[in-house]
């Protein structure tokens, strides 16, 4: 039995333009692929790269928890790299972000003494930075997850850009995700006017997976938020509501990393 090794990669959002020379090295040369991707044309072309692939969509059953899905594929996977070669699991996006099982099956698979190892890819947040000209270091960043954020009552700068992922889902805590859920995003909206003006304009966007079509960005007061079509996978972005004043102690003190104006102007 040859040695066994383990690949996790991500083929981005637009598939192949996002590819990676090595992770297409890596598709092409390994013993199988699995891959959980969200788009049919994707899961086409990982299938033409290396013919010894599978898809492991079929743990994602209507009924299922989400955290059974996972745990199952985790284990369908490792099982494959326990029988040696080099195996190459690909997902959609980046696969380290919003990706617990690949994180899982690399904290085994290290475990068992397997070699495994994850390469960097293009995620929906890379293409959001690109496609709305959202500058992250401007305002700084935050980012959450949409229910983290409001089970664990997260504390929000208004002064700096929000970014939150799954809101279409959002109190959906363990599901594979089905028919309609916006009736949770009430409890979204009240959360987020704690900080920001009801009638603040936030953006919803969803990443195109495809060359040809644009990304789905749509513009909206935040209360307007329960009555929006979101996107299964859109991400919602909140501007900064305020300017925040640079200390000019700290500047005075002797802070070489930009000018007071620049500062300011960025604040």
């Keep these: 039995m040859r040695d066994a090794s383990l690949a996790v990669v991500g083929v981005g959002i637009e598939v192949p333009a996002h590819v990676t020379a090595e992770t297409k090295a890596l598709l092409e040369c390994a013993d199988e692929v699995l891959f959980l991707v969200a788009d049919p044309l994707a899961a086409s072309w990982i299938t033409s790269v290396n013919p010894r692939s599978r898809s492991l969509h079929t743990h994602l059953r209507p009924g299922c928890s989400r955290s059974e899905a996972y745990a199952a594929i985790v284990e369908d996977i490792l099982g494959r790299v326990r029988r040696g070669g080099e195996v190459c699991v690909a997902l959609y996006g980046h696969p380290g972000v919003y990706a617990w099982l690949s994180h899982e099956v690399i904290r085994r698979a290290d475990g068992e003494g397997i070699s495994a190892r994850m390469l960097p890819a293009v995620s929906a947040e890379d293409c959001f930075f690109a496609d709305l000209g959202v500058d992250p270091g401007a305002s700084g960043c935050q980012s959450y997850d949409a229910t ?113 104006d620049e500062i300011v102007a960025t604040a």
């Design 148 to 260: 983290d954020l409001l089970i664990r009552k997260r504390e929000l700068d208004p002064s700096a850009a929000l970014i939150l992922w799954q809101v279409a889902i959002v109190g959906r805590v363990d599901c594979v995700p089905e028919g309609d859920l916006s009736q949770l995003l009430p409890l979204l909206v009240e959360y987020l006017e704690r900080y920001y003006p009801s009638d603040h304009e936030v953006v919803s966007y969803a990443a195109s997976p495809y060359p040809f079509l644009k990304p789905i960005i749509r513009r909206f007061p935040l209360s307007s938020l329960p009555e929006s079509d979101l996107p299964r996978l859109s991400l919602l972005y909140v501007p900064p509501a305020i300017r925040r004043a640079p200390d000019l102690a700290i500047l005075e003190s002797g802070v070489q990393t930009e000018t007071e």
